[in-house]
């Protein structure tokens, strides 16, 4: 049986705004790495401030950490975060097939998102004061898809692709067991066994995709991600390297 992860604090709350804007709270008071969930946010969000449904049984969490590497070098964690996601899924459905991961921070199942994250920190220069890696799953529901913006890839919710009812406590603890072992990973080893291990279970390897950054778009064949964990992609003007976009398939 899975059991919560030594050294890592778990405080479950009723109902919050954001368990990202609780991360930002109580870090101040933190001595150590700590779970937050929800069972219900008011005010959730995504990546660049977009709304996030998160209708009761999905899991809204939040990891407080506090990294001594710089802020590019912490901000790797989000791939750690992926690969846990990823364990996880697997833990409570008991299969890995249908599961993938697309760059930077989502979880597909059978060609849907199932989870998202979005990372944030407080902090001046290199000075990183703390960590916060929000995650949502659809665990139960998924949004419909008049929710989410043209081009994006279409929601899925865990129990209508597997048919695999887990409570949003009991995927947390897997959750958090998992990235405690990719922590120590990262901690003890570095980004490459995280980058490796990502790119194996990484969506659209080898093929055609599409990243977006503003009114900018890039379309090549996906090559890898390189140890600053940015996108690299082979087009028709040569290879690009991308820090940070949104992919479309």
């Known amino acids: ?17 954001s368990t990202l804007n609780e991360a930002a709270r109580i ?10 969930m929800a069972h219900r946010q008011t005010s959730a969000r995504g990546r660049r401030g977009r709304p996030w449904s998160n209708p009761k049984g999905n899991l809204a969490a939040t990891l407080v950490l506090f990294p001594h590497e ?3 070098v912490a901000a790797l964690r989000s791939f750690a975060a992926s690969l846990a996601l990823f364990d996880a899924c697997v833990g409570v459905c008991g299969r890995s097939e249908g599961f993938a991961l697309k760059w930077p921070n989502d979880v597909l199942l059978n060609g849907g998102k199932l989870a998202g994250i979005l990372l944030e920190s407080t902090g001046q220069g290199t000075q990183m004061a703390h960590l916060a890696i929000g995650i949502g799953v659809n665990l139960s529901d998924a949004p419909l898809p008049a929710m989410v913006e043209p081009g994006a890839v279409p929601p899925v919710s865990l129990f209508s692709a597997t048919g695999a009812e887990v409570d949003p406590e009991t995927f947390l603890t897997f959750l958090a067991a998992a990235y405690a072992r990719h922590e ?7 980004f490459e066994p995280i980058r490796t291990a990502w790119l194996n279970r990484a969506a659209r390897l080898g093929e055609v995709i599409t990243a977006r ?19 690299v992609l082979n087009t028709s003007k040569g290879r690009v390297t991308i820090p940070a976009a949104d992919v479309y398939f």
Not at 184 to 190: A, D, M, N, P, S
């Open 1 to 17: 049986m899975t059991q919560w992860p030594d050294g890592y604090g778990r405080r479950v709350l009723d109902e919050v705004d």
């Open 27 to 36: 870090a101040p008071g933190l001595s150590g790495p700590e779970w937050i």
């Open 70 to 72: 710089p802020p590019a």
């Open 184 to 190: 120590t990973t990262f901690t003890t080893y570095g």
């Open 213 to 231: 950054t503003g009114n900018r778009e890039t379309t090549g064949t996906f090559q890898t991600v390189d140890a600053q964990g940015n996108l």
